[in-house]
C-alpha cells in the first residue's frame, strides 16, 4: 500500500498505457495466414490443371482433325485472317494456347481468366451467329460447323462456374449448338442430334462439376486441418517462448521496479533505456524438467476436471528432462482428452494415469492415459473434419517425433486414450524425416462416385438414343439389326457396373466383345444413308461407346476395340462407310483418354504437395510468430515502464509507479482474466489512490475451449464489471479471485470499506 496522492492517476498516463499484455495470447493464428488458408486451393488448382491441358490439347486437335470444318481450320491458319470464319478459327487457336500455358503457369487466377475466356468467347461466337440466322436467314460462321467441338469450351467455361448455373448453361449451349450446326429441319433427326450431343457430353461435364465439388472440399478440409496444425505448432513454441519470458521478466523487470521502489535502484532524469531492461531476446529451450511437466499435467488436469482420479509417480530426479516439444504434445493432447471426458462422459468415473520412464536418471519414455467410463462412441463414425480427436489429440502427437495416440472407444464401454514417448521412435523418424513418404490424400476423381453417372437409367436413356438413332435408316437384315441392338444394350449395361472409376475387368471384358460384335453386326446389315444426321446410326454408337470405356479409366482397351472396329470395317468392306470415316468420328477418344490420365498425373504428387505446403507455412509462422512475441512484449513492457518513469515526473512519483508497475505486471502474469483496459486503469487509480487490490485468477489455463464452453463469457463480464464498479469506490482493500472449473461459485469480491466492515460479492450461474 502507498500513500494517497504520490503515483500518477491514470489519467496522466498515456492513452494506451492500461492496453492488456501481450501475454497468454496464443491460441490465435495471423490473420494473414488464416486469409492464406482460407483460400488453399491445392486440390483444386490440380483440377484446373487437368482441364486446362486436357481440354485445350483436345481444341485444338478437334478442329484440325476432327471437325466438319477441318480442312477450312488448317487453310485459316496459313495466313492472316480473311474472313470471319477464318477469324474465329483464329480466336480459337489463340485461347487454346493460352489454356494450355495456363497449365504451365499453374495459378489460380491464371486459369480462372484463361478458362472463363476461352469458353467465353466460344460462347460469345455461338450468339453472334444465333443472331444472324435469326436475323438474316444466314450466317458467315455456319461454314465454322460450332457443334462440332461445343463441349470443350463448355467444360473449360463449367470449370470456373461453379454450381448448377454451370451446368445448366453447359446443357442449353449444346443444345443449341447441335440445333443449328448441320442445318438440320426441325423434326425428328434434330432431337437425336440434340439428344446425341447431350448423352456424349454430359458424363465429362458432370464428373468435372462433382470433381470441382470434391476439390473444394478437399480444399476445405484440408485448409482445417493446416489451420488447426498451425495453431497448435504456434501455441507450443509461444507457451514455451512465454514461460521464459515471463521468466525473464520476473528476474529482471520486476526485480528492477522491486528496487526503484525500495530505493535501491537509483534512477537519474534520463529516460529509462528499454535495451538494458530488455536484454534478452529468450532463446529457444530443448529440455524441460520431468518433475515440473508432471506436476504440471495434473495441476492442469486437476483444473480442468476437479473429480478426477490422478495416479502419477513419486519424486523423479531432478536430472530427468523431457524435450520441450513432446511435453507440450503431450501436454496438450492430455488437456484436450479430459476436457472431452468431462464434456461428453458427465457422471462418469474419469481417471488420469501418468508413467514416465525414469532409468539411470534419465527420463527414457512416457505413457499417459485418459479413461472414462461413460456411454462411448464408435471412433470409426467420428466426421473427418472434427478436430477434437483427429487433430487436438492424434495430430498433436503424430505431428511430433516419437509421440503417437491410441484412442479406443466403443458405445457403452467407455473411452480410453493413450499417450506415449518413445525417443527411439523419435530418433528413428528424425533420421526418415528427409525420405518421408507423401501424405495419402484422395484423388478429386477418387470423391466423385461414378456411380451418379454411370447408373441403369442412365444406359436406359442411353439404349433409347440408340435405337432411335439405329430407326433414321432402313435395315436390309432384320436379324442383323436386331443382334446389333442387343450387342448395344449388353455393353451400355456393362459400362454402368462397379462403384469405382475404373470399370471392373469383367465389365470391361464384356464391353469389348459385345462393342466390336455390335459394330460386325452393323456392318452385316449394312443400311443405306439416311438424307438427314445421321447418315448412318452405329459409327456414331461405336465411338460413343468406345468413349465411355475410356471415360471409365479403361483407355488402352478403348482404342484396342476402336482398333478392331478399323479392322471391320476394311474387313466387311461396305459401300456406304470407311476406314476415314471412323476416324473422323472418333476424335473424342482424345479427350476421354486424356482427362483420366490427366487427372492421375495431377494429383499423384497431391499429398506431397499439401504436406510441403503445410510444413513452409507452420515454419513461417513460427518464426513469425516468435518474432512478433518478442517484439510485442519487449515493447510492451518498454512503454509501460518509460511513461511509469517518465524524467519529467518528480523522484517519489517516479518511486511510486514503479511500485505500482510492478504490481499491474504481475496482474498481467498471474491474472490474464482480469487484464482489460477497463480493469486495468481502475486498478491503477484504486491503487494510487491509497487501497490495497488483490486479483487472484484460478481459471485460466490453456483449455480455452474448455472454458468457453462452460460457458463463462456472461460470468466473466459480470465479475468485471462488479470489479470496476467497486474499485471506483472509497474501499480501503479488494480481493476479487475467480475460481477453478467445477466450483459452485465462479468468482468472489471482498470489499473492506473505510469503517474496516467486510462485504462479499458473489457471481455464479
Excluded at 466438319?68 to 474472313?83: E, I, V
Excluded at 443449341?176 to 450431343?197: C, D, K, S
Excluded at 534419465?362 to 505413457?367: D, E
Aim: charge should be neutral; include cysteine; charged fraction near 20%.
Amino acid at each position: 500500500m502507498i500513500p494517497a496522492g504520490l503515483a500518477t492517476t491514470s489519467d496522466s498516463l498515456p492513452a494506451d498505457f492500461h492496453a492488456p499484455a501481450p501475454l497468454r495470447r496464443s491460441g490465435q493464428l495471423a490473420e494473414e495466414v488464416e486469409s492464406d488458408y482460407l483460400r488453399s486451393q491445392t486440390a483444386l488448382l490440380a483440377l484446373y490443371r487437368v482441364v486446362a491441358f486436357g481440354c485445350g490439347v483436345s481444341w485444338l486437335v478437334f478442329m484440325g482433325l476432327g471437325s466438319n470444318a477441318a480442312q477450312l481450320y488448317r487453310a485459316s491458319l496459313t495466313g492472316p485472317p480473311d474472313s470471319p470464319a477464318s477469324a474465329v478459327f483464329w480466336l480459337f487457336t489463340v485461347a487454346s494456347l493460352v489454356v494450355v500455358a495456363a497449365g504451365f503457369v499453374h495459378r489460380h487466377a491464371v486459369y480462372r481468366w484463361t478458362l472463363g475466356l476461352a469458353g467465353g468467347s466460344y460462347v460469345a461466337v455461338l450468339a453472334l451467329h444465333l443472331v444472324s440466322l435469326v436475323l438474316t436467314d444466314e450466317s458467315p460462321l455456319t461454314q465454322n460447323y460450332l457443334g462440332d467441338t461445343t463441349g470443350l469450351p463448355m467444360a473449360m467455361l463449367m470449370a470456373v462456374l461453379p454450381g448448377r448455373a454451370g451446368l445448366v448453361l453447359a446443357v442449353v449451349t449444346l443444345a443449341v449448338a447441335a440445333r443449328v450446326n448441320l442445318g438440320t429441319p426441325l423434326g425428328w433427326n434434330t432431337v437425336l442430334e440434340v439428344a446425341h450431343a447431350l448423352i456424349l457430353m454430359l458424363p465429362f461435364l458432370m464428373l468435372l462439376q462433382a470433381g470441382r465439388r470434391a476439390s473444394e472440399a478437399l480444399d476445405r478440409m484440408v485448409a482445417a486441418d493446416h489451420r488447426e496444425i498451425v495453431r497448435l505448432a504456434r501455441m507450443k513454441a509461444l507457451d514455451e517462448m512465454e514461460t521464459r519470458f515471463l521468466g525473464h521478466l520476473h528476474d529482471r523487470v520486476l526485480s528492477y521496479l522491486d528496487g526503484v521502489w525500495r530505493g535501491v535502484v537509483a534512477l537519474d532524469r534520463s529516460p529509462v533505456d528499454p535495451g538494458k531492461l530488455l536484454t534478452m531476446p529468450p532463446t529457444r529451450s530443448t529440455h524441460l524438467s520431468l518433475r515440473a511437466i508432471v506436476a504440471g499435467m495434473v495441476s492442469d488436469a486437476k483444473r480442468l476436471d476437479p473429480e478426477l482420479a490422478v495416479s502419477a509417480p513419486g519424486p523423479v530426479p531432478e536430472s530427468a528432462t523431457m524435450p520441450a516439444d513432446v511435453a507440450a504434445s503431450i501436454s496438450d493432447a492430455l488437456l484436450e482428452a479430459v476436457s472431452n471426458g468431462v464434456r461428453h462422459a458427465p457422471g462418469s468415473n474419469r481417471a488420469l494415469e501418468i508413467y514416465p520412464q525414469v532409468e539411470e536418471g534419465r527420463c527414457r519414455g512416457m505413457s499417459v492415459r485418459v479413461t472414462d467410463d461413460g456411454r462411448g462412441f464408435d471412433v470409426d463414425d467420428v466426421p473427418r473434419d472434427r478436430a477434437g480427436l483427429r487433430v487436438a489429440i492424434a495430430g498433436r502427437m503424430a505431428a511430433t517425433p516419437g509421440c503417437r495416440a491410441e484412442i479406443a472407444s466403443s458405445p457403452g464401454r467407455g473411452t480410453r486414450v493413450e499417450l506415449t514417448w518413445d525417443p527411439g521412435l523419435r530418433d528413428q523418424r528424425e533420421g526418415q524425416a528427409d525420405n518421408a513418404a507423401p501424405v495419402p490424400v484422395p484423388t478429386p476423381y477418387d470423391l466423385v462416385g461414378v456411380g451418379r453417372i454411370f447408373r441403369p437409367r442412365n444406359a436406359a436413356v442411353v439404349m433409347a438414343l440408340v435405337l432411335g438413332l439405329s430407326l433414321n435408316n432402313t435395315h436390309p437384315h432384320a436379324v442383323a439389326h436386331l443382334l446389333a441392338l442387343a450387342a448395344a444394350g449388353t455393353a451400355a449395361w456393362a459400362l454402368v457396373q462397379g462403384d469405382a472409376l475404373r470399370l471392373p475387368a469383367r465389365s470391361t471384358a464384356v464391353t469389348a466383345v459385345t462393342a466390336t460384335l455390335f459394330l460386325v453386326a452393323a456392318l452385316v446389315d449394312d443400311p443405306p444413308p439416311a438424307a438427314h444426321w445421321p447418315a448412318l446410326w452405329y459409327p456414331w454408337v461405336f465411338v460413343l461407346l468406345c468413349t465411355y470405356l475410356a471415360i471409365r479409366d479403361r483407355a488402352l482397351v478403348a482404342w484396342s476395340v476402336w482398333a478392331m472396329g478399323l479392322v471391320a470395317v476394311e474387313l466387311v468392306g461396305t459401300p456406304h462407310f470407311d476406314v476415314p470415316g471412323l476416324v473422323g468420328m472418333s476424335i473424342l477418344l482424345l479427350p476421354a483418354t486424356l482427362i483420366p490420365r490427366m487427372v492421375d498425373m495431377s494429383t499423384r504428387g497431391l499429398g506431397l504437395a499439401m504436406a510441403s505446403a503445410r510444413h513452409r507455412a507452420t515454419e513461417v509462422e513460427l518464426v513469425a510468430a516468435r518474432r512478433a512475441f518478442l517484439a510485442d512484449s519487449a515493447g510492451w513492457v518498454a512503454r509501460q515502464a518509460a511513461a511509469a518513469l517518465a524524467p519529467g515526473l518528480s523522484g517519489d512519483a517516479r518511486r511510486h509507479n514503479a511500485h505500482l508497475l510492478e504490481l499491474k505486471l504481475r496482474d498481467s502474469i498471474r491474472s490474464p482474466l482480469f487484464d482489460t483496459p477497463q480493469i486495468n486503469r481502475a486498478v491503477w487509480d484504486a491503487r494510487a489512490a491509497g487501497a490495497r487490490v488483490r486479483l487472484l485468477d484460478d481459471r485460466s489455463t490453456d483449455a480455452a475451449d474448455a472454458i468457453d464452453a462452460a460457458g463463462t463469457g456472461d460470468r466473466l463480464a459480470r465479475t468485471r464489471a462488479a470489479l470496476a464498479e467497486v474499485l471506483a469506490g472509497d474501499a480501503e482493500s479488494v480481493t476479487a479471485r475467480i475460481y477453478p472449473a467445477g466450483r459452485a461459485v465462479y468468482a468472489t469480491i471482498v470489499v473492506t470499506d473505510p469503517a474496516g466492515e467486510n462485504h462479499r460479492i458473489e457471481i455464479n450461474d
